[in-house]
């Protein structure tokens, strides 16, 4: 079994030995895992070795590393980028992209050997950037990983191409080219992934490559809403091009899911002020000034347009004398509303379309949740304060996967505890329950026939 602890953990040791059959033996896929950050501790270690033999060694890198054997402890999402910047230095050519990718693929798809431990998972969508280094270019890197993945049977293993989200224009439109061009000679690329540091970029200018992406066939999967910092502006952008499945979502706001989601709320679950109801379905109660979604009350009138204004404000190349005259700021107040009102009144029409994914209910993109990344992470303050929670009791289709076992020191065996542990360790979900989530999350693989 492969060494985890944290929550994970402690969710497996409270298990009876014949739970813990009971999930090894569940078919379950891993949908949301990165290559970089699931290497096995032991092949950055030996990494790290090859690394300060070579006369590179910094001091960077011997502390993270250092961190890594004695147990990582990450108090933020942000310590974790960091940390990717040491394994990018670790993984710079060639032979060491073979080597990782390798030691992922046998830490997730292959058993002990020792008839105690079954894989990890019985499928594997793993995702990577492309990377261009001194020593490869992106087309280089990404063939070198899908000889890795392509030397398992497609039934189990396949890649995801992910663009990071601090990429330029032409970047992101190469790294989507690469992957249709992949998928166009038969190499198994499946789908394309929105990543990276979420405080980062500009999500309506990837939208015209995510488009073309799935104009391809390739899937679609975006990391969406990951910090309250994430605007309704970003996230409207990526649920515009209708993303097959969504990364974490731990913040995505209950009008956006009203909105775009088919979902049929159980009680205790409805929306109930008027930021939380979707067109068509505000409370009949509601002041006939505030029915309007572009009244200046609006909620969600007011964090777009707010959302829009610090943006005219921060790419404004007047000079500082400018931007202390009046007419500065009512150009910027100007600016803003309009755009606001343009994106709410585009955003109604497109989910009030009778063509529309959520009017024929449709529009039910599988979520990709990993308990113990937000928990680590401190995205989510516990088990039960989880986004987790509302889709379950909204029958939304998830899946359940790892992120990063790296850093998150987890397992799929881990994360499927946590769903069967009883509170406070777990949710304490049912056998049922649980193979009944294994089975969405096959069903979200991108590898099945696509509609």
Not at 40 to 57: C, D, M, R, V
Not at 247 to 254: I, P, V
Not at 255 to 277: H, I, M, Q, V
Not at 371 to 379: A, I, P, T, V
């Given at each position: 079994m492969s060494e985890i602890t944290g929550p994970a953990a402690a969710a497996l040791a409270s298990l009876s030995p014949d739970n813990v059959v009971f999930l090894q033996s569940l078919p379950k896929a891993e949908l949301h895992a990165h290559?970089?950050?699931?290497?096995?501790?032991?092949?950055?270690?030996?990494?790290?070795?090859?690394?300060?033999?070579?006369?590179?060694?910094t001091a960077d890198v011997a502390d993270a590393v250092e961190k890594l054997g004695s147990g990582a402890d990450f108090n933020e999402i942000s310590d974790?980028?960091?940390?990717?910047?040491?394994?990018?230095?670790?993984?710079?050519?060639?032979?060491?992209?073979?080597?990782?990718?390798?030691?992922?693929?046998?830490?997730?798809?292959?058993?002990?050997?020792?008839?105690?431990?079954?894989?990890?998972?019985?499928?594997?969508?793993?995702?990577?950037?492309?990377?261009?280094?001194?020593?490869?270019?992106?087309?280089?890197?990404?063939?070198?990983?899908?000889?890795?993945?392509?030397?398992?049977?497609?039934?189990?293993?396949?890649?995801?191409?992910s663009v990071d989200r601090r990429m330029s224009d032409l970047d992101v439109a190469e790294c989507v080219s690469l992957a249709i061009e992949m998928k166009n000679r038969g190499r198994r690329v499946v789908g394309i992934d929105v990543c990276g540091d979420p405080r980062k970029g500009n999500m309506q200018y990837f939208t015209q490559h995510l488009s073309r992406a799935k104009g391809a066939g390739l899937g679609l999967t975006v990391h969406i809403a990951e910090l309250t910092e994430n605007t309704t502006e970003d996230s409207l952008a990526l649920l515009s091009c209708r993303p097959d499945r969504l990364?974490?979502?731990?913040?995505?706001?209950?009008?956006?899911?009203?909105?775009?989601?088919?979902?049929?709320?159980?009680?205790?679950?409805?929306?109930?002020?008027?930021?939380?109801?979707?067109?068509?379905t505000i409370d009949p109660h509601t002041p006939a000034e505030l029915r309007d979604l572009t009244h200046p009350l609006d909620p969600r009138f007011q964090n777009i347009e707010e959302?829009?204004?610090l943006r005219f404000i921060s790419d404004s190349a007047e000079s500082e004398g400018a931007k202390l005259q009046m007419s500065f700021w009512a150009d910027a107040e100007k600016f803003s509303e309009r755009a606001a009102i343009k994106d709410i009144e585009e955003t109604t029409k497109q989910a009030e379309s009778p063509n529309n994914a959520r009017a024929n209910g449709q529009y039910k993109p599988c979520i990709e949740i990993c308990?113990?990344?937000?928990?680590?992470?401190?995205?989510?303050?516990s088990l039960d304060a989880h986004h987790i929670h509302y889709y379950l009791k909204n029958d939304h289709p998830i899946v359940i996967c790892t992120d990063d076992t790296l850093p998150f020191r987890t397992s799929c065996l881990g994360e499927y505890s946590l769903l069967l542990a009883q509170p406070p360790l777990g949710l304490g979900l049912s056998r049922d329950d649980v193979a009944r989530i294994a089975r969405m999350g096959m069903d979200a693989a991108f590898l099945r026939p696509r509609d």
């Open positions: 290559l970089n950050g699931s290497i096995p501790i032991k092949t950055i270690l030996e990494l790290a070795q090859q690394y300060s033999s070579s006369g590179a060694h974790f980028f960091f940390l990717m910047s040491v394994i990018y230095a670790l993984t710079s050519t060639p032979e060491a992209v073979a080597t990782v990718t390798r030691a992922v693929l046998q830490s997730f798809l292959n058993s002990t050997g020792d008839g105690a431990e079954s894989p990890q998972c019985t499928y594997l969508e793993l995702r990577t950037t492309p990377r261009m280094t001194t020593h490869m270019t992106r087309e280089r890197y990404l063939t070198i990983v899908l000889d890795e993945i392509e030397k398992y049977p497609a039934t189990q293993a396949a890649l995801i191409v990364g974490h979502a731990t913040f995505l706001s209950d009008e956006l899911k009203a909105l775009f989601f088919a979902d049929n709320p159980r009680p205790g679950t409805e929306s109930s002020s008027l930021s939380e109801c979707a067109p068509g959302g829009y204004f308990l113990s990344s937000n928990l680590l992470g401190k995205s989510v303050a």
